[in-house]
């Protein structure tokens, strides 16, 4: 609870209330338990009071039960990560208490179920403990026999009573959370809130308040990366899709297939991951642009029909959301280990667009970037999410939606004739005509995975496959100079440039933030479009003396991560180094730092 | 969207303008016939060129797209099916047909077939089995008989090879028919019938190899002493069980319609879900609808 200072004083008994800009609230127990549900009312109320928030949560990977977190930053101001350390624990059970103790600040606060938890002596000195049955008294509150339930939503008004938090608009997001289901569920619901809200103050001792935030000027929307991703396919017109059931990708995959028949579309659960991308690469072919999806080793089987998009020049989404690899890895851990195969995933020369978005709002709006480029590029498109971003909730300022929202209707506008591989188009881009297209010509385009003319004949002429080889190449390169010049974070100059990709820029951004106020001058660059990477990156990489890339994902045989080999290819700049980790965790922002400081330490050779 | 001309005024396609590139199979090959039979099929139902899609994976007969001059994709090895299902679901406007040979449609893309068949995805599938890999140059089949040598069997084919007529109805495909390269005639009433067929249409045809399998099917062909059985009279194309019986007659069996009845579509499934789902915002423009999600979540 950083910036905190004393407002009110505790005065005839009543406890004493801080001020706080912001807060760290770490919710422990089994994954059954509703954590997350309680995560959630934070983060959306959060959302709904123009604060700021981040969650982060683990998930296991049994069926059902198993030891979650979920824990949720909140902030008056600008939230980058979702916190190194916890104000407040609360604590389920014995194992959440003493696993995640450690992750508690110094004078922390553990809220702790006494019903479940025996607190260790040694802490109490180190942390302040609040002991509350709380599942006794959500059984006594609700009146229920069944144990487990509601004692998620009695903690949540812990929680509010702690904070002061506006409850009129939390018991209004428990009502909408439960609505379409009975009306006693609902009423159970308000009912354990209440009684958790209006537990004795007195067991709670100092109280907490969180200071006005800034006027925003827009409504703010809450969700998690996922939904943001399924949200921006949607406004980007994707109107068809198919995937595979696979964690983490299976989330995004339902949501769409939920929601696209509202808009007159369909989303195909396939038998396996190639007919996944096959079926999504049919309706492209038919004119859409489609999307498919997978994680980990969904990703490799989809490697083929990549290619043959590539090939063929066919435009497709891909969204890969990154798990630990290889082969079946940690399902549902936190790696950024796919670059590779994202950028060179395949046989043969084949070049496509990978993209990774850096936050939960990018992620909507990095699907459109990506539909877009698919479209007007002939080409596949990678989107790298992963599942820290895609599980992680923030909350971002309402898009308008009415001028976002494209139409992508297919285009069979007959036409005089038509090239599908013509080598004079403009830096190699061609468009694809799909089936439904008159050509008056008569002369109809093959599309096709074999090397080919420019109506997609096979040819085994060496002179086509240079000036196709090319042609595909070139109109990359021609995609590479549209783009953006990447921000840079921090100073132009310094010592340290950290390098960072995907869903690591907050926790990248806060550890600048910490090592320049401790007078270390460090910035950042961080990258989301990875191929073709934006050009001028030289320039900023001049400015610095020491240049990490930070990745989640191993230093590899030479020493540095799949980025890092990707820039020092690009740039042969010797100074690029990596700073890696595989512990299917998100890096933490003092980890970075202190990272950088071991590396600074090695003498040089 | 589409074309402005009115169809009425077009006459049918000639042969002349459907045919592109001068196929690359070798003389006397079967698929010949099957190419020559789909020109006749499309001038004799006046297919529009634009209207004419068709698919196919990797093999000797998956070069077919190549010799259509028409919207074609020559997809990878053993997915036409899926690439078909999503033309077919995405573009009710298109009747799709997918051409393959035996290998990409039993051993490649194997569970394709069955899925594609169960889920009743509107398209006409034909394989043109020749029960050997002719385009890499003679190795064993799934549909290859036993005993069968080839390059990856020097002593014979040891294994039981599929059976398509009984692949296709354990997957639960409603149009199931037989036929050969040798009787166009019957060919031709096959593709026929398998594209007005509302629903998976799949046609085996045997197709010679003359190159590394010649005279597989003489059996099948007058020609060669052999006979081209129909279906018995009476045989009920409703009757599974009828339909298994014939599928299990040793070579060269019977030809004609195994099995044929009518099943709501995928198609049509997902049609109704997207009309249900629809109602539920209708008078709702697409943003207005992305909206709603947006506003739940504020």
């Not at chain 1, 969180?210 to 396919?233: C, I």
């Not at chain 1, 696209?260 to 579309?265: A, D, I, N, R, V």
């Amino acid at each position: 609870m950083s910036d905190s200072t004393v407002a009110a004083t505790a005065s005839g008994g009543s406890p004493k209330i801080s001020k706080v800009s912001e807060a760290v609230i770490r919710i422990a127990g089994n994954s059954q338990d509703g954590i997350q549900a309680i995560g959630g009312f934070l983060a959306r109320l959060a959302g709904r009071s123009e604060q700021d928030v981040m969650t982060f949560m683990t998930i296991p990977s049994t069926i059902s039960g198993g030891p979650s977190i979920f824990q949720v930053r909140i902030g008056s101001g600008e939230v980058l990560s979702s916190g190194d350390e916890a104000d407040v624990l609360l604590a389920f059970y014995q194992h959440s208490y003493e696993n995640h103790i450690a992750f508690l600040k110094d004078s922390g606060v553990v809220l702790y179920d006494t019903s479940h938890v025996t607190p260790n002596p040694e802490w109490q000195k180190k942390y302040r403990h609040i002991g509350v049955p709380i599942s006794e008294l959500t059984i006594e509150a609700i009146g229920g026999t069944a144990k487990d339930k509601g004692k998620n939503i009695f903690a949540l008004g812990l929680i509010a009573r702690m904070f002061d938090l506006d409850v009129t608009k939390l018991e209004r997001l428990v009502a909408e959370r439960f609505r379409g289901k009975v009306a006693t569920v609902a009423e159970m619901a308000l009912t354990a809130f209440r009684g958790g809200y209006g537990h004795s103050t007195a067991t709670l001792g100092e109280l907490y308040q969180f200071t006005a935030p800034q006027k925003r000027d827009k409504e703010q929307v809450v969700m998690n990366g996922n939904e943001a991703l399924a949200y921006g396919l949607l406004a980007a017109g994707v109107r068809f899709g198919s995937g595979y059931p696979i964690t983490p990708w299976s989330d995004l995959m339902e949501m769409l297939r939920s929601e696209l028949p509202k808009y007159g579309g369909t989303f195909v659960q396939a038998e396996d991951e190639l007919a996944a991308v096959s079926i999504a690469m049919g309706a492209s072919y038919a004119g859409h642009v489609a999307v498919t999806g997978s994680s980990g080793p969904g990703i490799s089987l989809k490697g083929e029909a990549i290619g043959w998009a590539v090939m063929a020049e066919m435009p497709l989404v891909i969204v890969d959301v990154q798990r630990g690899g290889p082969s079946t890895g940690m399902p549902t851990n936190i790696e950024q280990s796919d670059l590779n195969i994202a950028c060179y995933g395949g046989h043969g020369d084949c070049p496509r667009v990978v993209l990774a978005p850096a936050s939960v709002e990018d992620c909507f709006y990095t699907a459109i970037e990506a539909v877009n480029l698919a479209r007007r590029y002939s080409v596949p498109v990678i989107i790298l999410t992963d599942q820290a971003i895609s599980t992680r909730i923030e909350a971002f300022d309402m898009p308008d939606l009415k001028t976002v929202m494209q139409d992508l209707t297919p285009d069979l506008t007959p036409r005089a004739d038509h090239k599908a591989y013509d080598l004079k188009a403009v830096d190699g881009v061609t468009r694809h005509a799909p089936p439904g297209t008159r050509i008056a010509s008569g002369i109809y385009p093959v599309v096709t995975g074999l090397e080919h003319d420019e109506v997609g004949h096979p040819t085994s002429s060496p002179k086509l496959h240079m000036s196709m080889t090319a042609k595909r190449r070139r109109k990359l390169q021609a995609l590479a100079r549209t783009l953006p010049k990447p921000e840079l974070f921090g100073a132009p100059e310094g010592d340290v440039l950290l390098v960072g990709w995907g869903s690591t820029k907050g926790s990248l951004y806060e550890a600048v933030e910490n090592a320049r106020a401790a007078g270390d001058s460090y910035s950042c660059l961080h990258l989301r479009n990875i191929s073709p990477l934006p050009e001028g990156l030289e320039k900023i990489f001049d400015g610095f003396n020491h240049i990490f890339v930070v990745e989640v994902n191993d230093e590899g045989l030479y020493g540095y991560g799949q980025l890092a080999g990707l820039l020092r290819s690009r740039y042969c700049d010797p100074r690029i180094k990596g700073i890696n980790k595989t512990d299917g965790l998100t890096w933490r922002v003092r980890d970075v730092l202190s990272s950088v400081k071991e590396r600074l330490s090695v003498p040089k050779h | 969207m589409s074309t402005p001309i009115a169809e009425i005024e077009r006459k049918p396609l000639t042969k002349k303008e459907i045919a592109a590139d001068h196929p690359t199979w070798c003389p006397g090959c079967g698929d010949f016939s099957v190419l020559a039979l789909y020109f006749k099929l499309i001038e004799k139902r006046k297919i529009w060129h634009e209207k004419i899609t068709t698919v196919a994976g990797i093999g000797c007969s998956s070069r077919f797209p190549y010799f259509v001059q028409a919207h074609g994709a020559h997809y990878i090895h053993g997915r036409a099916l899926p690439f078909a299902t999503g033309v077919s679901l995405s573009r009710p406007d298109l009747h799709v047909f997918a051409f393959g040979g035996d290998g990409d449609a039993f051993s490649i893309g194997g569970n394709h077939f069955n899925h594609c068949a169960r889920k009743n995805v509107k398209l006409t599938y034909l394989v043109m089995d020749n029960q050997v890999y002719g385009l890499t140059k003679k190795q064993t089949s799934p549909t290859s008989p036993i005993g069968f040598k080839s390059k990856t069997d020097q002593w014979g084919s040891m294994d039981e090879p599929v059976n398509p007529m009984r692949q296709a109805l354990s997957a639960g495909a409603t149009f199931v028919a037989r036929t050969t390269h040798t009787n166009p005639k019957h060919l031709l009433e096959m593709m026929e019938a398998a594209m007005d067929h509302n629903g998976f249409s799949f046609i085996e045809c045997l197709s010679e190899c003359t190159e590394f399998f010649e005279g597989a099917f003489d059996a099948s062909n007058p020609r060669k002493g052999g006979e081209f059985r129909d279906m018995p009279a009476g045989h009920d194309v409703t009757d599974e069980i009828a339909a298994y019986k014939a599928a299990a007659e040793p070579f060269p069996g019977h030809f004609g319609i195994f099995y044929k009845v009518n099943k709501p579509t995928k198609n049509e499934k997902e049609a109704e879900i997207n009309r249900r789902s629809r109602e539920k915002v209708q008078g709702l423009a697409d943003w207005q609808i992305l909206q709603q999600n947006f506003d739940r979540m504020k």
